[in-house]
């Protein structure tokens, strides 16, 4: 039986532990924060999840991912996705995800405003609106207890890696990648959500596309307790992982501004907010690579979450290759 360590219990190294253990491996989590801490990138009651991305690697890997969720629910009897659809929302219709959904026979329809609004959002004249169903929100807090399944999280703060006693170590260290790996080609940047009160039905998730990037710019989803999660996409400044920090004001406003515009049934006050550390590479890419004992997995880029199943899985395959 091979000995695994992973150093970063958030969501990928929680993933990674599951995927380990399904191939007969005997783990241990080390992290130097307790389960579910508000200091990294994993925190909270929801995340979105889509199929729907521009580029087809992306599709797939979520396809494949979508797999590995509903595997994890019927291991658990928990509910992990909360599939209440995704409006991909879009100044022109080029270089949207409609392309690369109709390629893979995904179910997917354009709206008219007049069904946007139906779902509570509001189309800016000639915008384009997707429709996927098969789409909405992890829930987050869910998700890493069930990947843990039990297994404990030792609380330790690693300095070197040449200090963690394992046959392999998986390094799913998030915003402290770059401190344990310092060759590891991330930034490392404090982002701040919003929370707005929603009632009624779920709202469907939103993805705003960036008109020349074509990655999302602005971005809603549903909130268990609020109803509303609305954030902006790579808009937050560089931070340093062991210092904390609040909520920008100058995003929040940005957002609530934005949700104003774009959900007329939500009040446009925010009830709150909080931060979220990204650790991203250039192109919003994943690392995932073995060195010697070590396996490398910096897998978010701000937009990693919904992918779990996959990346702890290839994570799995690089430990016991």
Do not use: N
């Not at 996409?233 to 560089?238: I, N, P, Q, Y």
């Not at 925010?270 to 995932?288: H, I, K, N």
């Amino acid at each position: 039986m091979t000995r695994v360590a992973i150093v970063g219990a958030g969501v990928m190294g929680c993933a990674a532990a599951w995927a380990l253990r399904e191939r007969g491996a005997d783990v241990t989590l080390i992290d130097q924060f307790e389960p579910g801490t508000r200091r990294g990138s994993s925190h909270g009651r929801s995340r979105i999840f889509r199929l729907a991305y521009p580029e087809a690697h992306w599709v797939r890997l979520a396809e494949e991912a979508l797999e590995g969720w509903r595997e994890l629910e019927r291991q658990t009897g928990e509910r992990l996705l909360g599939l209440h659809g995704l409006i991909e929302l879009a100044a022109r219709r080029e270089g949207t995800s409609r392309e690369v959904l109709a390629a893979r026979a995904i179910d997917h329809r354009e709206l008219t405003a007049g069904e946007a609004r139906a779902h509570g959002v509001l189309l800016p004249d000639g915008w384009s609106a997707l429709w996927q169903p098969d789409a909405g929100i992890v829930h987050a807090d869910l998700a890493l207890a069930a990947f843990r399944g039990g297994l404990p999280v030792v609380i330790r703060r690693i300095e070197s890696l040449d200090d963690v006693e394992a046959e392999v170590v998986v390094v799913t260290a998030g915003a402290w990648i770059a401190k344990l790996v310092p060759d590891v080609p991330v930034r490392v940047t404090r982002e701040t959500v919003a929370y707005f009160a929603a009632r009624g039905a779920p709202l469907p998730s939103v993805v705003e596309l960036d008109d020349e990037t074509r990655h999302h710019a602005l971005y809603a989803l549903h909130d268990p307790v609020h109803g509303l999660k609305a954030g902006a996409h790579h808009a937050g400044s560089a931070a340093d992982p062991d210092t904390d920090g609040a909520a920008d004001p100058q995003l929040v406003e940005r957002v609530a501004a934005w949700v104003a515009e774009r959900f007329p049934g939500v009040e446009p006050s925010p009830v709150g907010a909080e931060t979220c550390l990204y650790t991203s590479t250039d192109d919003e890419s994943f690392v995932l690579e073995r060195r010697d004992r070590l396996v490398i997995g910096s897998a978010c880029s701000g937009h990693g979450f919904k992918f779990a199943p996959a990346v702890g899985r290839r994570l799995a395959a690089l430990a016991l290759g």
